[in-house]
């Protein structure tokens, strides 16, 4: 089993970090964190490195595809090597996935069109742009991809495919071994539940996020 676990310059750390604590505790798996190059590229908040491990030319053929959003995702929603390479890779993958406005990235890829996907909340009208069905669900399945809804959504939507992939009650242990029982100190998680004033303030930084 090998999981690549896409980098680029402005990802969000939890987009990548999230799915990666669950992926990487699958039995037997090797995580490869994929790149153009090898090296450190910054987060989105420019505070935090993550290192490129293997180039795109060096796993061809993974078994788990994961691509993380961040603002960083406007540079390769067209002619990018990672746009190559996901069309390539895509082909071998038996799970093809996203969180955030990752999705974004895939849609952009031809990879969703026509299908269900779910992104960050402010990025619906973009998914929908670029061909794909956007669903406000928190995880969406569409045959083999697996949209997650925004950054925190990542850890959800890893431990859904576990769950596909190695059965609910190994998924459970997983879990139980992250201590994953968030219990946020607000109902502010999404728009639906958000008060205005949060709404308002999110929306006005919408180019840092998407």
């Given at each position: ?61 993974p078994d ?116 994953y029982d ?6 502010t998680g ?21």
């Amino acid at each position: 089993m090998k999981i690549a676990i896409v980098l680029f310059e402005h990802c969000t750390a939890l987009d990548a970090v999230g799915p990666y604590e669950v992926l990487s505790r699958w039995p037997g798996a090797t995580v490869h964190m994929v790149g153009e190059h090898k090296g450190v590229v910054r987060t989105d908040t420019e505070m935090l490195g993550l290192h490129v491990d293997t180039t795109y030319d060096e796993i061809p053929d993974p078994d788990i595809i994961m691509v993380p959003g961040g603002y960083g995702q406007r540079d390769h929603r067209e002619g990018s090597a990672l746009h190559a390479w996901l069309q390539q890779a895509d082909r071998h993958s038996t799970w093809t996935t996203s969180a955030c406005t990752g999705s974004l990235i895939l849609a952009s890829a031809g990879l969703l069109t026509s299908r269900r996907a779910t992104t960050h909340w402010l990025a619906y009208d973009d998914l929908a742009a670029l061909g794909a069905i956007p669903a406000s669900e928190r995880v969406v399945f569409d045959d083999k991809y697996v949209t997650a809804a925004g950054v925190s959504a990542g850890i959800d939507m890893a431990l859904t495919l576990a769950a596909e992939g190695l059965g609910e009650e190994m998924a459970q242990i997983m879990q139980l071994g992250l201590e994953y029982d968030p219990q946020p100190p607000f109902a502010t998680g999404g728009p639906a539940t958000a008060p205005q004033f949060a709404i308002d303030a999110v929306t006005a930084v919408r180019d840092l996020i998407v």
